[in-house]
């Protein structure tokens, strides 16, 4: 399994965004339940997330983000995906 570090860039429309936030955080909470999300959670700033995944490979993660409600609501202007190679923390199990 390879992990990957998602950025999320909020769009202009928070109104339409936070209408949606709530079926994208259970969304998020479900892939999270199946180990799929390692962590998520929104800047401070509110101007984004960040999101840890792990998934077979980049073709099954982008099949994952098109699943979330955000995608088809066109509420985040960019998913920045990149492979990340965690070395340290808590949460590392390998």
């Known amino acids: 399994m390879a992990r990957f570090a998602v950025e999320l860039v909020f ?3 928070s109104e339409k965004r936070l209408a ?3 079926a994208h955080r259970e969304y998020i ?4 339940e199946k180990g799929v999300v390692l962590a998520a959670g929104p800047y401070a700033d509110d101007t984004g997330a960040l999101i840890i995944y792990e998934a077979a490979d ?3 993660l982008r099949e994952v983000i098109a699943a979330d409600p955000y995608s088809p609501a066109n509420v985040v202007t960019k998913w920045d995906v990149r492979p ?3 070395l340290l923390g808590s949460w590392l199990t390998d």
Not at 29 to 32: E, K
């Open 29 to 32: 909470a479900s892939l999270a």
């Open 84 to 86: 990340w190679n965690a």
């Open 20 to 22: 949606v936030r709530p």
């Open 11 to 13: 769009g202009p429309d």
């Open 58 to 60: 980049e073709a099954a």
